[in-house]
């Protein structure tokens, strides 16, 4: 069974640090890994999509690394900003109970981010 | 283009009731699952349709079901509510659901019951 852990729970930092969220996941066998924001109370922000071929993608200030065979990924958010404050979540797509075509996305619980002005 | 619609945003239920939440995905999307998030547990996955059928099935019991419509719209019904079901659904719609899919989120639907 999948588990995804992701470390800190929280953190705050100032504005414009440089900060690295990571997430580890139990089972290599995956096919993507998306990393999501969630501002409270609403729905998902897809952030960054990687595949299981790729090592990293970028978009803006944001970097997200893979490394499958270690089962880790990582999210940079480079010179944070107030509006980054929010709970970012890490999900891996990977196989469905009953196998076949079809896939589910396995969450971790998420890293609380506050960013201080 | 538009993204994915949840309807109602927010319901209030007395238990035992039921309840029927609905999705529309982004226009062309065929796949949509449904996740359950609550504090305790995170987002867990209750079930996923592609083409009107039902693909793949979470760990839920039997009173959260749902269906797919022809134009990919989705509906998740959840029967003799209990307090337990209080929680933020959301659905997520994506091209294929397959293995190289991104997948498109929500705003949600907050069901508390009372």
């Known amino acids: 069974k999948q588990e995804v852990t992701q470390i800190p729970a929280a953190l705050s930092v100032p504005e414009g640090e440089n900060l690295v969220l990571n997430c580890s996941f139990t089972d290599s066998a995956i096919y993507n890994l998306q990393w999501f924001r969630q501002d409270p109370g609403k729905g998902l922000t897809s952030l960054l999509l990687i595949q299981s071929s790729q090592r990293e993608q970028t978009s803006g200030r944001l970097n997200a690394s893979l490394d499958k065979s270690s089962g880790r990924s990582t999210l940079y958010i480079a010179a944070s900003q107030p509006g980054d404050s929010a709970t970012y979540l890490c999900?891996?797509?990977?196989?469905?109970?009953?196998?076949?075509?079809?896939?589910?996305?396995?969450f971790g619980k998420g890293t609380l981010l506050t960013v201080n002005p | 283009k538009a993204g994915v619609t949840q309807t109602p945003r927010y319901l209030i239920k007395t238990r035992g009731q039921q309840v029927t939440l609905s999705c529309s995905p982004i226009?062309?999307?065929?796949?949509v699952s449904w996740y359950q998030q609550t504090p305790g547990q995170g987002l867990q996955f209750l079930f996923e349709?592609?083409?009107?059928?039902?693909?793949n099935k979470g760990n839920f019991p039997g009173r959260f079901s749902g269906r797919q419509f022809s134009n990919s719209r989705s509906e998740m019904n959840v029967s003799t509510l209990e307090l337990g079901d209080s929680a933020l659904y959301l659905c997520a719609s994506s091209w294929t659901g397959t293995s190289n899919t991104e997948a498109f989120f929500g705003q949600g639907t907050r069901l508390t019951v009372v």
């Open positions: 999900a891996v797509r990977g196989r469905g109970q009953s196998g076949g075509s079809n896939y589910k996305l396995t």
């Open positions: 226009s062309g999307h065929r796949s």
């Open positions: 349709y592609f083409s009107e059928t039902q693909r």
